[in-house]
């Protein structure tokens, strides 16, 4: 009996293939080679393209990671222990998708779309891919609307456009998450959606501040996105991307404002490291894959402000990276210090001295700079910065002991004044007007007679003050954006009378100077 050639094998089953109904669904099929920490190695998807999605027997989606020549490596977003050698895996012929819209508004959801807060399934109106590609240069307009945090230090000295990407940097438990929190709950007028993505954090943690959102009123209009330290890396890695989708569908649809808080990308990277590793690729500096620098690029480069042939819509990102023991020339800090608009650097030191927010004005910058202020803020905090600059040299130079003339020591003396001022209390942003009515009367002078310790409680007293006996004022520089001469006039007039009852001890009641 003559054998069969290959070719005469081949040709037999292309016309038995042939014969049957052209409405076969034909499948991609491959099996996992090995399994285990959230990475597979797969055989038999020859035709898979890098980043597809590939569902595995459990139900767990995967996604293609690297393409070899025999087999393919694939991370696992979702529960991996129960894969084992031989599990089938198939193509889905898709790119990463998560759920987007409306209805995302006020939940909790993992990386992948699917609720965490037991509120029920979302019925989303759209999907997005995780990974698309940054607006170009013809599709952006120059940053120059105000993104206000309510934060003073920020809002005066390292201001925030719509369409920015500042970074939030500093060690561990100085601060960087309150002020990401307090930008997110001074948007509750600002019609800004808020997507607040938490990478490799506590469970615990994530849930205390999706609470404190909750009491402020502030999850109407935020989307939490939580890939937890106990979520495997996959998840962790993809969490931002999936973020950012979910706020671009604002950005491009509903041509609105969008604020995007990463908590932080430094937990990212070592997830992305962890999976680099494990799938053989070459480690580089610190460890870290060679491509680390464009996992974080192409993430911050989606911010934009878009053009208004475009719709108008912006996206601001909020990166926030830990460093250690202040490093800030670190591998992944100095790449994301890179790829940003500037940064807002919190210091250990400044923290546990009790100035709080704890930034570091000499490092802090905005690329943005002054065309992200109003008028009005611009014109009283215009040297706030350099004043307080110089004042940190004046102080470490007066600490030698040295007799200083009277116009040093009056530096000195304001500038303590300036530091109380722009002390703030967590979950406390002051809008625009009222943080400009503080600045205009520290700047002026008229806290020179205030003491030191007192400046704090005068603060206290003249914001409320200010509200209830003179909302004229406030409103004005809300509409007009700028400080008027008349404007003017009366801050000046209000600030001296208000701290002369305040230093007489008349002032607590609000309705004493008129």
Not at 240 to 246: D, E, L, N, S, V
Not at 473 to 499: M, P
Request: net charge negative.
């Amino acid at each position: 009996m003559t054998k069969l050639r290959s070719e005469e094998i081949t040709s037999v089953l292309k016309k038995e293939i042939a014969s049957f109904s052209e409405d076969l669904q034909v499948e991609e099929r491959g099996s996992i080679l090995e399994v285990g920490d959230g990475i597979a190695r797969i055989y038999g998807l020859s035709n898979a393209i890098a980043g597809e999605m590939l569902e595995f027997s459990n139900g767990s989606a995967g996604l293609a990671f690297n393409l070899e020549e025999d087999s393919l490596g694939a991370v696992v977003l979702g529960e991996y222990v129960t894969l084992k050698e031989g599990d089938p895996v198939k193509r889905t012929g898709r790119v990463v998708e998560v759920p987007c819209g409306e209805a995302l508004l006020g939940r909790v959801v993992d990386p992948m779309g699917r609720p965490l807060d037991n509120k029920g399934p979302i019925a989303a109106s759209k999907s997005r891919p995780v990974e698309s590609p940054a607006p170009g240069i013809a599709d952006r307009q120059p940053v120059k609307v105000p993104l206000q945090t309510g934060v003073k230090a920020i809002d005066a000295m390292i201001p925030i456009g719509r369409g920015q990407r500042e970074l939030i940097i500093g060690d561990r438990g100085t601060g960087k998450t309150a002020i990401a929190i307090d930008a997110i709950l001074n948007q509750r007028k600002e019609n800004v959606v808020c997507v607040y993505v938490a990478i490799g954090q506590k469970a615990s943690t994530v849930a205390g501040v999706v609470e404190r959102l909750r009491e402020e009123g502030a999850m109407d209009y935020t989307i939490v996105v939580c890939a937890s330290a106990t979520d495997p890396a996959p998840l962790q890695y993809i969490a931002p991307y999936a973020g950012c989708a979910m706020a671009e569908y604002f950005m491009y649809d509903k041509k609105r404002d969008t604020l995007c808080v990463y908590d932080d990308l430094s937990k990212q990277a070592q997830a992305y490291r962890q999976m680099s590793l494990l799938l053989r690729r070459p480690p580089g500096r610190e460890a870290y894959p060679g491509d680390v620098f464009y996992l974080h690029s192409r993430l911050l480069e989606r911010s934009a402000k878009l053009s208004n042939e475009m719709g108008g819509g912006s996206l601001t990102a909020l990166p926030i990276i830990e460093t250690q023991e202040g490093e800030v020339s670190a591998y992944i800090p100095t790449n994301v210090i890179s790829i940003t608009d500037g940064q807002i650097y919190l210091e250990p030191d400044l923290f546990f001295a009790g100035v709080r927010p704890a930034i570091n004005v000499g490092i802090s910058v905005s690329r943005v700079g002054g065309n992200a202020q109003i008028k009005g803020m611009k014109k009283v905090a215009g040297s706030l910065r350099l004043d307080l600059a110089q004042f940190r040299e004046l102080e470490a130079f007066a600490q030698l002991g040295t007799d200083l003339d009277k116009a040093t020591q009056s530096q000195l003396d304001r500038g303590k004044r300036m530091v109380q001022l722009l002390k703030q209390g967590q979950y406390k942003p002051i809008p625009v007007e009222e943080q400009i009515a503080v600045i205009y009367a520290g700047t002026k002078g008229f806290l020179d007679a205030v003491p030191v310790e007192r400046i704090r409680e005068w603060e206290e007293k003249f914001l409320p003050f200010l509200r209830d006996v003179h909302p004229e004022i406030g409103a004005a520089i809300r509409t007009e954006k700028a400080i008027s001469e008349a404007t003017e006039a009366a801050l000046k007039t209000v600030g001296a009378d208000f701290t002369k009852a305040f230093l007489e001890g008349k002032a607590a009641d609000p309705r004493a100077v008129r």
